[in-house]
C-alpha cells in the first residue's frame, strides 16, 4: 500500500505533466480522507482546481477554513487562494456591476494585502500586479472616473519592476498591440496627477516615462510629451516659450483635446481671447459629441465672460443634452444656467450652428484666408443661391443682392468666400469673388 508521501508524489508529478484532471482526483481523495489540515495537499488541490475552471471551489473550502489564522500565513495555500479569487471574481469583473463594486474592492484589497509584488522576470507569478491594473481599469470605466483612487491603487506598484514588452496579438488577420504594464502604470498615473493639478509631480513623471519605456503603443510618446507640456505651462509664470511647443504637438496632430488644453492654459491666465480662440479650434476638429461635454460648456462660459448670452446658450444647451443622454452628472454651473435660462435639454442641439459660431470667431480672430468652394444652385427666382464649401458637407446660401460681380454668377463657378452667422443661425457667404 502506497503511502500518502507517495500519492501526493505521484499526484504532484500529473500536475507537473499538465494532467490536470488526473492529479485533481488524486488531491481530492486525499483531501477528503485527510485526519488533518495538510498544507501541500490543501495547495496542490487548490492548483488542480484552478486548472479545471473551477477556482470559485477552491474560495469556498478556505472560507470554511478561515478560522485557521495559521494555515493561511504559508505562502503557498495564500498565493494559491489569491490566483483562485483572482480569476473567479477580480479577472471577470465588469465596470457596470455597481451592486458587487464593493465586494470586488474588498477582494482586490485582500490579494494586495496578502501579497507583495514580485521582481519583472517573476510578475506573472501571482496575481498581485494583474489584481491593481483590472481595479485601476475599473474605475477608468467609471461614468465618473475617480482619479485620487487611480492613483491610490497605482501608488502600490513599482513601475521599474513591470514588464516593459508591448502586447502583440492577431484580430482576424489584422495585427494589434496593447500597451505593456509600464506604459499602462505610466499613462494613467500622469494623467490622475495632471487632473488632480499636481502638476510637478505630473512632469516628473512623464520624463521617467519617456527615458524608461522601450516600446510605446503606437505613438504614446506623444502624448506624453504633450502632458509634460499641459503642466508646465500650467506652472509656468511667462506662458509664452512653455506653451510653443505644446502649440506645435497641437497643431501637428490636430486632436481636439489638445486644442481644449489650449484654451485651459489660457482661462489659467485669463486670457479669454485665445481660450475661446483655441476651444473654437476644437471644435472645428473631428467633431466627437459626447466626448466634448466639458469642451462645450467652457466655450458656454467664455462666451459668457463675453457677454454674448445668446451664444453661451447654444453651447450651454449642447453640453446638458449629451451629459443627459448619457446620465451623467450636471456641474452646479450648468444647473443654474438651465434654470436661469429655461433651457430645453431634450431638444437636439443645433451642430451646424455650434461649428458655424466657432468658424466666425477664428476668422474673427485670425483673419483666415476665405472660403473656397463652387455655385451649386441659384434658385428660380434669382434672389438666392448655394454655394459648396472645400473640404465640407455643408453647404452655404447666399444673397445675389449682395454679390457685386460685372459678368454675374452661374452654376459651377469656381469662387471664394467669408461667412457670416445670421441671427436665425443660418450661416450666409459674403464677399463672393471668382476665382482666377
Known sequence: MKS??????????????????????????????????????????GLC????????????????????????????????LCWCIYDAHIKT????????????????TYITNELKQLSRDKFYLNPYGLTIIKVVKVYR????????AIINWLDKLNQHELPNEVFEFDDNGKKRE????????????????????????????????????????????LWFKARMHYCLCMISKDID???????????TENYWYMYHKLAQIYLRYNDIKNSLLYASKAIETKFEY???????????QLWDAKGERKKSIVYYQASAYYRERQGWYHPEELRFAIE???????????????????????????????????????????????????????????????VDLSEGLKKGDKVKFDVILEKDGRTRAINIEKEI
Open 4 to 45: 500518502i508521501e507517495e500519492i501526493i508524489s505521484e499526484g504532484k508529478e500529473k500536475y507537473n505533466n499538465q494532467k490536470y484532471e488526473d492529479a485533481l482526483v488524486i488531491f481530492e481523495q486525499l483531501w477528503s480522507e485527510s485526519e488533518s489540515i495538510n498544507s501541500t495537499i490543501l495547495g496542490y488541490l
Open 49 to 80: 482546481l484552478r486548472k479545471s475552471n473551477r477556482s470559485e471551489e477552491f474560495v469556498d473550502i478556505c472560507r470554511d477554513l478561515n478560522a485557521d489564522t495559521k494555515l493561511f500565513r504559508n505562502r503557498f495555500i495564500s498565493s494559491t
Open 93 to 108: 469583473y465588469d465596470a457596470s456591476d455597481t451592486e458587487n463594486f464593493k465586494e470586488f474592492l474588498k477582494r482586490s
Open 141 to 148: 470605466d467609471k461614468p465618473s472616473t475617480n482619479w485620487d
Open 178 to 221: 496593447l500597451a505593456s504594464y509600464k506604459e499602462f502604470f505610466y499613462q494613467y498615473y500622469t494623467k490622475g496627477l495632471e487632473k488632480r493639478e499636481r502638476f510637478k509631480e505630473c512632469i516628473t513623471y512623464c520624463e521617467e516615462a519617456l527615458e524608461n519605456i522601450d516600446k510605446f503603443h503606437y505613438r504614446n510618446q
Open 241 to 251: 516659450d512653455d506653451i510653443v511647443e505644446y502649440k506645435k504637438i497641437a497643431a
Open 290 to 300: 459626447e466626448k466634448m461635454v466639458n469642451l462645450l460648456f467652457d466655450i458656454a
Open 340 to 402: 436661469n435660462f429655461e433651457i430645453n435639454i431634450d431638444e437636439k442641439p443645433n451642430i451646424r450652428m455650434i461649428q458655424d459660431i466657432s468658424k466666425q470667431y477664428i476668422q474673427e480672430i485670425e483673419g483666415i484666408d476665405k472660403i473656397s468652394g463652387s455655385v451649386l444652385k441659384i434658385l428660380e427666382n434669382g434672389k438666392v443661391g448655394f454655394l459648396t464649401q472645400n473640404g465640407s458637407k455643408n453647404n452655404v446660401y447666399f444673397r445675389l443682392a449682395d
